[in-house]
């Protein structure tokens, strides 16, 4: 099965008048990575006879495929179908679960040797933008589980920093971008585009930019489309020794216009597009420096810097438990809808004869009256 091909069988064939029965393989004709310098080189210790699933650890495996609608903005990470799948088991089974976080709480601030300032001149078309850079990492393929768990979900392996962004946002849903940090002159600016800017994107295609698109920037040249797609040379690349990792929540509006007119469709836009969690920003951040740190090396080196320490607010909606039962068409105890709610992350904060107060999570995007709750 070639990558991104139809399957072909290799038969017994005569070239240039010589018998051969097989064929040597690049990496991309075996649909294992991109690779196509030239064949697969196997490791001398590699046994003849050897299953090729065996040598290179390739595992049957099972994919759930869930029909996610536009609105569950929430579960287009692996932590968010989670935490739904929680929240069913322990209604309906009484499973007792408990979601699990990754800890970040080995985080830390090495120096301030490679400091970043950032700069957002338009905080509503980005209510929030962090960053933090990593000296010294060394970039190379990430290791054999790494590349595993990005083969497992559809996508190919990059190097190691990449990866880790890939991975980090399939795991929490909140879309990361690595930058060489020394094309960035020691600043970020997330600004508008002026009308007419060229900028080639990471599919070294020029694109015209307007005034309705947000870039980052450092202060002079464009380095990415913000949120949908980065520039050709402000990527990593094989020699980058420093990384600056910016983790934001940008406009949905904006971010959905700005890939419709270039035509651009990414994981960073369909996630941004639909709104991701405003406040898993930080941990997405720590998440994927703590990553890289481990296949990459390096060490923090500036301090996380946070456009807007304060969080975003959850949604307060006023809910009637008779007006519920009416909606559904069925007469569900008190204790049961409270269950539910507990389980959905979804607070009572106060309650009245017949209704209650109910504090919506900000990551449920589509939670913002009675009848969403319902």
């Known amino acids: 099965y070639p990558s991104g091909g139809d399957p072909f069988k290799i038969k017994k064939s005569k070239i240039r008048g010589v018998e051969s029965l097989g064929m040597m393989c690049a990496e991309d004709e075996l649909g294992m990575g991109e690779g196509h310098d030239g064949i697969l080189v196997l490791d001398t210790s590699a046994k003849v006879g050897t299953k090729a699933s065996t040598f ?135 600004k508008t585009a002026k009308d007419g800017d060229l900028f080639t994107t990471l599919d070294e295609v020029e694109r015209k930019l307007d005034s309705t698109n947000l870039m980052i920037t450092n202060g002079e040249k464009h380095l990415c489309i913000a949120g949908v797609f980065g520039g050709v040379d402000s990527g990593i690349k094989d020699e980058t020794t420093d990384v600056f990792l910016e983790s934001a929540y940008f406009n949905p509006v904006s971010v959905r216009k700005t890939a419709k007119m270039h035509g651009l469709n990414t994981d960073s836009s369909f996630r941004f597009e639909r709104g991701v969690d405003p406040n898993l920003t930080e941990l997405a951040l720590k998440r994927a420096t703590l990553l890289i740190q481990e296949v990459a090396g390096g060490s923090v080196a500036m301090d996380i810097v946070d456009t807007n320490k304060k969080p975003i607010e959850n949604k307060l909606v006023d809910f009637s438990y008779e007006r519920c039962n009416r909606l559904i068409g069925d007469d569900l105890p008190v204790e049961k809808v409270n269950s539910i709610l507990t389980n959905l992350d979804i607070r009572i904060v106060s309650e009245g004869e017949d209704s209650v107060k109910l504090e919506i999570p900000a990551y449920r995007v589509d939670v913002t009256r009675e009848a969403d709750v319902v």
Not at 82 to 96: I, Q
Not at 138 to 155: D, N, T
Not at 176 to 190: E, M, R, T, W
Request: charged share 20%.
């Open 56 to 190: 290179f650890e390739l595992e049957d495996d099972y994919s759930i495929d869930i029909g996610l609608t536009p609105n569950r903005a929430d579960a287009m990470g692996h932590i968010g179908v989670a935490r739904d799948l929680v929240a069913y088991l322990n209604v309906h089974e009484n499973a007792g679960l408990a979601l699990k976080i990754p800890s970040v709480d080995e985080f830390k601030v090495a120096s301030n040797d490679l400091p970043i300032s950032i700069t957002v001149e338009d905080n509503e078309l980005c209510p929030r933008y962090m960053g933090t850079s990593i000296k010294g990492v060394k970039v190379q393929p990430s290791p054999a589980w790494l590349q595993k768990r990005i083969r497992a979900i559809g996508l190919s392996p990059i190097n190691n920093v990449v990866d880790v962004t890939n991975f980090v946002m399939h795991e929490l849903g909140t879309p990361l971008h690595a930058f060489d940090a020394s094309g960035l002159n020691g600043k970020i600016v997330v």
